[in-house]
């Protein structure tokens, strides 16, 4: 299959398509030997450095050691050789299981060779920290985004392979535009992605995020926190506008194009619900959005 064929695969082929339906743990009493597994030393396998996930939870990082130094890592890794050092592999999918290993000291770990392009790599990386669980908010929006940006996936397109609904994908990447200090709260825990969305595009959302953890807030407290204090702006103060995601801006350009006036999508803050707003220069153009609207 040549290089643009692969680039161009639907999402929807997922990573049991894409890692031939590797079991996570043998059948009892069955052969634990995959036909195509093989053990290769730990220090001539290297970390994908496009990997979206970058945190680890440290207790759960201990845990997996443990277990690994008891039983060895039943799942192999996902590999794909790598220019460089000789013998060298890059991970497509297992870092943390590669991680563990070097902690419980073993030599070498069982892998499964994949030819993937570089397109497939990152992809495959994004959709496997995606679908775990323990993923933290920010992590999870930013594989979100690399997905849209990198492949041009849209929010239906992802939602649909990875069972998510469109506007899960949408609140989650809007938890992007936050500042860095409540990303960060979010990241270790401190907030919920909750907590969070009741911040999305507030002017004060790293003061509010650090009242929320100190005063313990439930979402519904943090809500009426974010709107009181929206409702009160500071002297002198000028409220700069929400940071539109690209998906509602794409839409807004569609709208525009399609209706040859302005086109606003407001999203309220923390909520499903918003305004379409159309923007008309005369009674003309607004005769003929009514007789538009009439007819169809």
Do not use: C
Request: neutral net charge.
């Amino acid at each position: 299959m040549s290089s643009s064929k692969k680039q161009t695969r639907g999402l929807g082929r997922g990573l049991s398509a894409l890692m031939s339906d590797v079991p996570p743990s043998p059948p009892e009493g069955g052969d634990a030997t995959v036909a195509s597994e093989r053990q290769i030393p730990i220090d001539q396998i290297y970390p994908n450095p496009d990997q979206p996930r970058r945190s680890f939870d440290d207790q759960a990082m201990e845990d997996l050691t443990a277990s690994i130094a008891e039983k060895g890592v039943i799942q192999p890794l996902i590999v794909r050789r790598k220019d460089g050092p000789k013998g060298a592999y890059e991970i497509v999918a297992g870092e943390r299981r590669w991680r563990a290993s070097q902690r419980a000291q073993l030599h070498e770990v069982p892998v499964i060779v994949r030819d993937f392009s570089d397109v497939e790599v990152l992809e495959v990386a994004i959709i496997e920290n995606i679908q775990r669980s323990d993923l933290n908010a920010i992590d999870e929006a930013a594989g979100y985004k690399q997905l849209m940006e990198k492949f041009g996936r849209t929010q239906d397109e992802m939602g649909k392979a990875l069972g998510k609904s469109r506007s899960h994908i949408a609140n989650a990447v809007r938890l992007l535009t936050l500042p860095d200090s409540v990303q960060s709260m979010l990241a270790k825990g401190q907030l919920s992605a909750g907590h969070a969305r009741t911040l999305v595009g507030h002017p004060e959302a790293d003061s509010l995020a650090a009242e929320i953890v100190k005063k313990g807030l439930s979402v519904r407290d943090a809500e009426k926190l974010a709107k009181s204090s929206k409702s009160k702006p500071s002297k002198g103060k000028k409220t700069p506008p929400a940071v539109k995601d690209a998906d509602t801006v794409q839409v807004e350009n569609e709208l525009s194009a399609q209706l040859g006036m302005k086109v606003s999508v407001n999203h309220t803050t923390g909520q499903e619900h918003g305004q379409l707003v159309l923007h008309y220069r005369d009674l003309a153009q607004l005769d003929d959005l009514l007789r538009l609207l009439s007819n169809g």
